[in-house]
């Protein structure tokens, strides 16, 4: 597997490439934007590993010119804790945002969860934890038993579960559960993302908040 | 009633228009913040209606509404004055008005006071000079405005729309009226009825009149027949409000259109005294109708005399006041021009005076507009000749110099042109003698007024007469040549006399409205293209004084909304202070006052409100010479510049606001790239201390243990800081959305990490609570500032309670620890920065408390501490208003789409 690092400090990227070295990655290294973007050309990573303070141009453009023509798995590592600095990130196409000083280890963690997805395709990752979606019924169980869910329900935990393990923001929910016009409607969400999680009671899943920015289905063990 | 058919478009589907609904919801929203207006009618004095009123005042009071009597005349009647008792009286302000004193109504004191409901006796009621406002009337409506309900006492008679009717039936003329808007404006009005007989009863017993007044009033208005006429014209009148009030109860259910109907009326007005009374019948006929109404003013060439002139003013004026659309325009055939306004405007109805008198040589308006009108109906009416006659002061005007000049010219010309003639009317006949006459008089009307032209004309025929048809020096003519020649000249000068000076008057006219117009755009690009907006102003005005020979003063609105204390510098006269008076109260009820109005009008000069469709600019004052009047016309022409000036200044306003915004955006940048910048290169090298420390995770190293303490102690501090410096830069924007409160409380705990794991932190919040509309992460930041507090100051193993409640909008967060509590003394203290009490440990940079109370506040909140009576401290964060949201039972909650 390849991973490209994006990041200007020196001591960031030994040390990334460390970690992600011992875990089986094959690392290369962009010092600049444009660089980056020149070896994500060429080394067609598999996952992608960006700062947002570059010295050239900010990294939230430089994601945005990757999107246009790449759907490689981007996690964000940024000492930018704000949300709308987060929010920015997720809209211009991150699928992950670790702020640093960060964990090695919720690193990782999280970058295997993008990959996971990307790996397994949009629609075919109907599992995550106890939890699994049967889409041709609309129909869930929990650990082998029947989940009984409404409509609403079932689409908001499919998107969940899609994503297991990866933050989904709140338009994204809004708008596939409830359509566009519904994006300002976050409440409801609220409301039943709390229906969710009583059903969920005594699994081994969790719908954890994102504050301001989403949510994200975590198996409680990770 | 007749109702036109020709218009209603079918197929137009009764669904409410969007833009009628909101008209009513202002209307509604309106008159929920102005005070309600409860009128009491009467047919005529005497049926109760004060004492009514007064019954209705004590079983407020006795509900416990603050009730004052403002003014209340008792005309001696017992019954009424004992009703008075244990209501509290305002005294009446006392005016000295030349060798008398007036006691009159005083709204001042009623404003100050400020009362719940105040009593306002005789509506209609004339204020003594001097005071604010000329009509009671209008005290009222100040009173309604600043949110103070009124209850008032009227007679039928004294309705504007009714007047002409009282004045046919009784043959009184009624001087003092209240307009129609008012009584549309009251939430209720209520009838006063009496039968006849009662009343004539009860005037014989003398409770109504006393004494001699009783039997003058018996003798002259108090018959059977009159009144009569006037309890039914009170009855129709109230049956027609109530009818109204239905409609309108129907139209807020199911709105078709802004009119029940779609007539439209039109009435032609011009100087005559019956157009008033044409104005009143339409307006009835159009409250009949439910329809809007024109008042058309039809400018010929004609010039006006002054008494016309204020006649036209007088009855234009009384339209406004009634609510129509007065419309002035230009031709010279009035029937055509009201027929095209008709035409262009979907009139459906033209109501015309009938013609006094037939006139063989000369179709009458009605006639003519009847054989021009095509599909449009013509309402052709008796009007009654206005007894009111115009009542400011009569300006006899003189004779101009100009006038006497131009008669001395034409003697002058004739005379010469005799002279010459004389002398060669032997070489030439005196056939051609005739027609360098008539040359002289094209050219005379040219430059002259009609009066000397037709003097010239006659003059001259005279002269050819006398001194050149044979026999001359005698006005006797044998042939019959001659004298066809002599009546044809003599028409012929007069004919072309009148025409080429109507010409004349038209063109003066023409250039008149062109001057107006140019005005218009010379103030409208001045003002507005001008790089300075103060220059562009300062030219505006000249151009206005210019265009009236008046001078204008300017108060310009300030940033802060409130009016500017001295006038624009480019005024050209300076308001002395009486006049601020009349400028304020211009400003705060948003209508022309001052001279030439009903309001203040001993004021020098006229003001006018600078509004535009949502602002009020400012005030814009003319003071015109001395002895000048204000006509209609000119009146419109202010009023457009006002317009124009407050379109201006409002466009200023916007660019000032807009440039203002682009320099806080720009300040706020420049911040944020520092911030930015410093927690990049603080956080960095704490991201590879921390990063380099987990690598070496398995050496177990007790040095290494210290260092990462360490660490997460800088990384506290760094937080802080930043965190700090971002409040204190007000760069914080708090971004409200729906939070479940036991999320924020997660989000904290999380936030603060392992230090917290020595303290079980126990939540009591409602299964069912509501969500919460804050800034989540600001809350949550907040909230792990105070626990983290908490985990310092208290002994490990020691819990955290945490407990939510919501109450009438108000949600607290109170988080109690079971430690040894605040110090006595310092529970204000702990939110300053950079505070730590004596004793503390280490660890803490005394900022988190005062980030905590920084970030509270800045969502309208507030924080505060105290020592919970069993023990610990306690901290309380409290959102007032906040906006909640308790979840529906799933069913209601909008469905997902299909997926």
């Not at chain 1, 409509?151 to 809004?174: C, F, S, W």
């Not at chain 2, 008792?85 to 030349?98: D, M, N, S, T």
């Not at chain 2, 007989?197 to 003058?216: D, F, M, S």
């Not at chain 2, 605040?822 to 009490?837: D, I, N």
Request: aromatic letters at 6%; charged letters at 20%.
């Amino acid at each position: 597997m390849i991973a490209l690092i994006i990041d200007d400090e020196i001591q960031i990227r030994r040390l990334l490439r460390l970690a992600l070295e011992s875990r089986g990655y094959t690392v290369h290294e962009g010092t600049t934007g444009q660089l980056g973007l020149q070896a994500a050309v060429f080394s067609k990573p598999d996952v992608l590993l960006l700062d947002l303070g570059l010295p050239d141009m900010d990294g939230v453009d430089v994601l945005k010119r990757l999107r246009e023509w790449s759907q490689v798995p981007v996690l964000v590592l940024s000492v930018r804790d704000q949300e709308t600095a987060k929010l920015a990130a997720f809209d211009a196409g991150a699928d992950d945002y670790v702020t640093k000083p960060f964990s090695t280890a919720e690193l990782m963690a999280r970058l295997t969860a993008i990959q996971r997805r990307h790996g397994a395709g949009d629609v075919a990752n109907l599992q995550a934890g106890g939890v699994s979606l049967d889409p041709a019924h609309h129909e869930a169980t929990l650990d082998g038993q029947p989940l009984k869910l409404t409509p609403t329900e079932y689409a908001l935990l499919a998107q969940l579960v899609r994503h297991a393990g990866r933050i989904v923001t709140l338009k994204q929910l809004l708008r596939t559960v409830w359509g566009p016009q519904a994006e300002q409607q976050s409440h409801y969400l609220r409301v039943y993302v709390n229906h969710l999680r009583k059903k969920l009671e005594g699994s081994n899943l969790d719908i954890r908040n994102e504050p301001g920015i989403g949510y994200r289905l975590q198996t409680r063990d990770s | 009633m007749v109702m036109t058919s020709n218009r209603i478009h079918p197929g137009e589907n009764d669904r409410p228009d969007p833009d009628a609904l909101l008209a009513q919801l202002q209307q509604e929203d309106a008159a929920l913040k102005s005070g309600k207006l409860h009128i009491y009618l009467g047919m005529c004095p005497g049926v109760g209606k004060t004492y009514a009123m007064l019954q209705s005042a004590r079983q407020r009071a006795g509900e416990g509404v603050d009730v004052l009597v403002g003014i209340v005349e008792t005309h001696g009647r017992p019954e009424t004055a004992v009703l008075l008792e244990r209501l509290p009286v305002l005294p009446r302000q006392k005016l000295e008005h030349r060798e008398f004193t007036l006691e009159e109504f005083d709204i001042d004191a009623v404003l100050r006071q400020r009362p719940q409901l105040v009593l306002v006796d005789e509506l209609a009621h004339t204020n003594a000079p001097g005071s604010r406002h000329a009509k009671r009337y209008q005290d009222v409506l100040e009173l309604l405005e600043a949110g103070i309900d009124v209850l008032t006492t009227l007679n039928v008679q004294h309705i504007e729309s009714q007047v002409d009717i009282v004045q046919q039936i009784t043959g009184v003329a009624v001087h003092e009226t209240v307009p129609d808007s008012i009584l549309d404006r009251a939430q209720e009005i209520q009838l006063i009825d009496l039968s006849v007989e009662h009343l004539l009863q009860r005037l014989a017993e003398g409770k109504v009149y006393l004494g001699e007044r009783a039997e003058r009033a018996a003798a002259n208005f108090f018959k059977q027949g009159n009144l009569t006429a006037l309890r039914e014209l009170a009855l129709r009148f109230t049956a027609s409000q109530v009818d109204r009030y239905l409609e309108d109860i129907r139209r807020a259910r199911r709105v078709s259109s802004p009119w029940k109907t779609n007539a439209r009326l039109l009435v032609g007005v011009g100087p005559s005294p019956y157009a008033e009374s044409l104005v009143r019948w339409t307006r009835r006929a159009a409250t009949r109708l439910n329809c809007p109404w024109l008042v058309v003013w039809v400018e010929g060439s004609r010039a006006l005399s002054p008494e016309e002139q204020e006649r036209l003013t007088l009855s234009l004026g009384l339209a406004r006041k009634l609510g129509a659309e007065v419309v002035s325009v230009t031709g010279e055939s009035i029937s055509e021009a009201l027929l095209q306004v008709a035409r262009e405007r979907n009139v459906s109805q033209i109501v015309v005076g009938k013609p006094e008198r037939a006139n063989w040589w000369r179709k009458s308006l009605a006639d003519r507009l009847i054989r021009g009108s095509g599909d449009i109906e013509v309402c052709v009416i008796r009007p009654l000749a206005a007894t009111r006659q115009p009542n400011s002061k009569k300006l006899r005007e003189p004779v101009p110099a100009s006038l006497v000049t131009e008669y001395s010219w034409v003697l002058a010309i004739v005379f010469t042109i005799a002279s010459l003639c004389w002398a060669m009317s032997p070489l030439t006949g005196y056939m051609l003698v005739a027609l360098v006459f008539l040359l002289a008089i094209v050219l005379a009307a040219l430059r002259f007024q009609t009066g000397p032209v037709l003097v010239m004309a006659t003059l001259s025929a005279l002269t050819w007469n006398f001194f050149f048809i044979p026999p001359h020096y005698t006005f006797d003519i044998q042939k019959v040549e001659d004298w066809t020649m002599f009546v044809l000249f003599f028409i012929v000068a007069l004919s072309m006399g009148n025409l080429t000076s109507r010409l004349r008057i038209r063109e003066i006219a023409e250039r008149r409205r062109l001057r107006q117009t140019d005005t218009l755009l010379r103030v409208t690009q001045s003002a507005a293209l001008a790089v300075e907006l103060e220059n562009g102003l300062a030219e505006a005005l000249r151009t206005i004084d210019g265009l009236l020979q008046a001078s204008t003063a300017l108060v310009v609105r300030e940033a802060d909304r409130s009016l500017a204390k001295s006038a624009h510098r480019a005024s050209s006269f300076q308001p002395s202070p009486k006049e601020w008076g009349v400028i304020t109260w211009t400003f705060n009820n948003k209508q022309c006052a001052g001279r030439f109005t009903d309001t203040l009008p001993e004021s020098a000069a006229i003001w006018f409100p600078l509004q535009t469709a949502t602002s009020l600019m400012g005030v814009l004052g003319v003071r015109m010479p001395y002895e000048a009047q204000l006509d209609f016309n000119t009146r419109q022409t202010i009023e457009t510049l006002a317009l124009q000036l407050a379109l201006v200044l409002e466009k200023n306003h916007f660019i000032q606001a807009v440039k203002q915004a682009e320099v806080v955006a720009q300040s706020e940048k420049l911040h944020r790239t520092l911030l930015d910048s410093v927690s990049h290169e603080m956080k960095t090298p704490l991201a590879i201390i921390q990063a380099s420390l987990e690598g070496m995770h398995g050496l177990r190293n007790p040095y290494l243990a210290e260092i990462g303490t360490a660490t997460r102690r800088l990384q506290r501090v760094v937080d802080s800081l930043l965190q700090m410096s971002r409040l204190e830069s007000e760069i914080l924007k708090p971004n409200l959305d729906w939070c479940e409160v036991r999320d924020v409380i997660t989000a904290a705990r999380q936030a603060v990490g392992a230090q917290l794991d020595a303290h079980p932190l126990r939540i009591s919040l409602a299964e069912d609570f509501p969500l919460i509309k804050v800034d989540h992460s600001l809350f949550a930041q907040a909230l792990a500032n105070i626990l983290h507090n908490a985990a310092i100051y208290t002994p490990e193993g020691s819990g955290i309670d945490v407990a939510g409640s919501l109450e009438d909008k108000c949600f607290a967060l109170s988080i109690r620890d079971h430690g040894p509590g605040l110090p006595s003394g310092t529970e204000h203290r702990v939110f300053e920065k950079f505070y730590r009490a004596d004793g503390t440990p280490p660890g803490g940079t005394g900022l988190g408390l005062a980030i905590a109370r920084g970030f509270i506040q800045a969502q309208g909140g507030r924080i505060l501490a105290r020592n919970h009576p069993g023990g610990g401290a306690e901290f309380v964060i409290e959102l007032e208003g906040v906006e909640t949201f308790a979840p529906p039972e799933s069913a209601s909650a909008p469905k997902a789409r299909s997926p």
